[in-house]
Nanobody
Framework: VQLQACGGGLVQAGGSLRLSCAASGRTLVGGWFRQAPGKEREFVSSITWGGTNTYYADSVRGRFTISRDNAKNTVYLQMNSLKPEDTAVYYC?????????????????WGQGTQVTVSS
């Protein structure tokens, strides 16, 4: 399965962006991670196939919303009320089985990163 992420960009604090991750095949779990300069990659959010189970990092809960369109094999991350500390390269990931959502080792496939920059 190949993943193609897009939707990053430059936005002012308080603004919004929507990231998309299109997969070439069906996967059980879709997720997003991010990596800021000089920091380790961290979990952002994930969603299961049916969309009934969603998970968020505490730092984004209430501001970010993950969703998916299974007909298009695409996972979205709507990011609102963006803060400068959200600046990072965002990576989409997908898993064939349900593991611990926040662990990057639970994911089998990774897309290229998309840069999100939030200016103050």
């Amino acid at each position: 399965v190949q993943l193609q992420a897009c939707g990053g960009g430059l936005v002012q604090a308080g603004g919004s962006l929507r990231l998309s991750c299109a997969a070439s095949g069906r996967t059980l779990v879709g997720g997003w991670f991010r990596q800021a300069p000089g920091k380790e990659r961290e979990f952002v959010s994930s969603i299961t196939w049916g969309g009934t189970n969603t998970y968020y990092a505490d730092s984004v809960r209430g501001r970010f919303t993950i969703s998916r369109d299974n007909a298009k094999n695409t996972v979205y991350l709507q990011m609102n009320s963006l803060k400068p500390e959200d600046t990072a390269v965002y990576y989409c990931a997908a898993a064939r089985r349900l593991g611990i959502p926040s662990h990057d080792t639970a994911y089998d496939f990774w897309g290229q990163g998309t840069q999100v920059t939030v200016s103050s």
